[in-house]
């Protein structure tokens, strides 16, 4: 092993830099990876945050990405999430380098380039290269000794024998991840049969094209959502507004749209899908189809996203295809750059897989696509949208694993069941009491086609106690919005003051409750948070403000007092500037 990194790494140095961002000519090591995550946060700590996913893998790993978006570390710009992630597959090591190299794009040409600066400003971007950490890490620690990589693969029909080994794959062509037979994350990769996570999310789980068998290529677990990786995927985009996913594969030089099986029927949301899917296909030089006509799939990481949210999910399947020498991890240059820049295409030249991924990070905030709640509430104020329902397994879970083939045909089938299941959103509200949200639709996609509709439970919150102070029910559809005015258990009203604001300072006295005691004071002047104090300080009820700049010639001071009983006032006050009149205290 270190006669082959020793390789690897010497090859590398004598290399002229690619045209990737990173200038890379080799594959990464996953601890290549995490170094390039870390170092995009380092550098730009304004853009980017680390991200962690709610499970770690069966082998007890966090599941780690990146967050980048202009001012990052916000949580009141009511944002949706582009969700892009690769490598559910172990060995399919050009789709861990593709979402590496898009993060290092974005935070290194904000500002410089007009796309990617104004894409920031309107999405938060979710990359997470590697699903399957644990399979990716034993696929890439085989590469040593693998006699198909190592031998230069006469005919492809090395890799072809290793990719179909029993249990599912072996060496550097292993598929699944690490759990299997034993309980035991310790026990070796290479010893158990693992299960493939892009066949074992929730939405149509048992369904066409997904293995029964442990040993099978695509096995698809015991039931919905049985690994820890597909569940912490699922937990995630639970609680996060996902509008468009991405999750990267290789090798079939295809763009792939709901729906993954041939009896699905057209997804209610066809026309669009198919627009954005050609979209990224011209980028690309792929090929735009549906799921389906790869083969037949079910259980796959965007059947849940769409069928739960309504989000625009997609497989890329990356190039060169088979027929055009294509295979698992071919050369750098052909797996990765050239993929990245779309230079093997006469289509993609000069767009590649950068310009397909910021297209769909565009369709993110498309209000025509999704939904929009906007209005007014008090400032800090937590908004929530919630909503539950059951994710169902596919109507008739195949006893036989088929492609193309109904499960009924194909023998014996167990009966459709289905798991508690919800979506929970939340942004806060700025400074300016106004907020601007994006979020998916109400009624989920096949509810609507169905002709039902669902709501969403919405509620204003107070940061402070948590407690819910309004609720409301709404409906909305993809391309509407709804216009709400929240008082959120205050009466806030604006008054002209007689005071005036001295050499650029105010002293403010807050109304103390007659019941409660005051726990926290927070001061915004012209929409913008100016002060916060809590405990002993905030009780004193005072509050000193300075270094004020006015916005036309006025102050616009607004002061929200928490205290305990879940008591919030909220007052707002308009001074000038002194000239000859007392200063305000």
């Not at 309504?310 to 295809?321: A, D, F, L, R, V």
């Not at 369709?363 to 937590?382: C, H, M, Q, V, Y």
């Not at 002709?451 to 402070?464: A, L, M, S």
Request: with cysteine; glycine share 10%; proline share 6%.
């Amino acid at each position: 092993e270190r006669g082959y990194r020793a390789r690897e790494e010497a090859s590398a140095a004598q290399a002229t830099p690619s045209e990737l961002p990173s200038g890379r000519t080799t594959y990464r090591q996953y601890t290549d990876i995490q170094a390039d995550l870390k170092k995009i946060v380092a550098d730009h700590p304004t853009l980017a945050r680390p991200v962690t996913l709610p499970k770690k893998t069966f082998q007890g790993r966090d599941m780690t990405g990146i967050e980048v978006s202009e001012n990052v570390g916000a949580a009141d710009d009511g944002k949706p999430v582009f969700f892009l992630m690769g490598a559910h597959h172990a060995r399919e090591w050009p789709s861990a380098e593709i979402p590496v190299e898009f993060g290092l794009y974005l935070t290194s040409n904000f500002g410089s380039d007009a796309r990617v600066t104004a894409l920031l400003k309107k999405v938060r971007i979710v990359i997470v290269p590697v699903i399957n950490i644990d399979g990716y890490l034993a696929s890439r620690a085989a590469a040593p000794i693998d006699l198909a990589d190592n031998s230069g693969d006469p005919q492809g029909l090395l890799s072809l024998g290793e990719a179909v080994a029993p249990p599912g794959g072996s060496l550097t062509y292993r598929r699944k991840n690490c759990d299997g037979a034993s309980p035991d994350p310790t026990t070796p990769c290479e010893l158990q049969y693992g299960v493939d996570p892009n066949r074992n999310y929730g939405q149509n789980w048992g369904g066409l094209g997904a293995g029964t068998n442990p040993g099978d290529q695509d096995y698809r677990g015991a039931d919905q959502w049985s690994e820890p990786e597909t569940q912490s995927v699922h937990e995630f985009s639970q609680s996060h507004n996902v509008t468009t996913l991405i999750t990267m594969h290789n090798f079939a030089s295809l763009v792939l749209r709901p729906p993954g099986t041939h009896d699905a029927g057209l997804a209610p949301d066809e026309d669009a899908l198919k627009v954005l899917g050609d979209r990224m296909a011209d980028d690309t030089g792929y090929t735009s189809e549906f799921g389906y006509q790869l083969y037949d799939t079910s259980g796959t990481t965007e059947d849940w996203n769409y069928g739960a949210a309504g989000t625009y999910g997609y497989t890329i399947e990356m190039g060169p295809s088979a027929d055009k020498g294509g295979n698992f991890h071919i050369s750098y240059d052909r797996a990765t750059v050239a993929q990245w820049t779309g230079s093997e295409t006469e289509k993609g030249k000069g767009k590649g897989l950068r310009d397909a991924l910021l297209a769909a990070g565009e369709e993110a905030a498309n209000r025509g696509e999704f939904s929009t709640l906007k209005g007014t509430a008090p400032p800090d104020s937590i908004l929530r949208v919630h909503k539950d329902f059951k994710t169902f397994t596919a109507k008739e879970i195949c006893g036989v694993d088929t492609t193309g083939v109904d499960c009924a045909a194909a023998g014996a089938t167990i009966p459709q069941h289905s798991q508690d299941d919800h979506l929970d959103y939340t942004t806060v509200v700025p400074p300016s009491g106004k907020f601007n949200w994006i979020v998916t639709p109400s009624t989920r996609p096949f509810e609507l086609k169905a002709g039902k509709t669902e709501q969403w439970t919405f509620t204003c919150e107070n940061p402070v106690s948590k407690q819910v102070q309004e609720t409301r029910t709404i409906t909305i559809d993809r391309g509407q919005t709804v216009t709400l005015d929240l008082p959120c258990g205050t009466k806030p009203g604006v008054v002209n003051s007689r005071g005036c604001v001295d050499k650029r300072k105010l002293t403010l006295r807050a109304h103390k409750p007659a019941k409660s005691k005051l726990v926290r004071l927070v001061a915004f002047v012209n929409g913008k948070r100016t002060k916060t104090l809590k405990g002993k300080k905030a009780r004193s009820g005072v509050i000193r403000l300075s270094k004020l700049k006015p916005l036309r010639g006025r102050y616009n001071v607004t002061i929200i007092a928490y205290g305990t009983r879940d008591y919030r006032r909220v007052t707002t006050r308009v001074y000038k500037g002194c000239k000859k009149g007392k200063p305000t205290t």
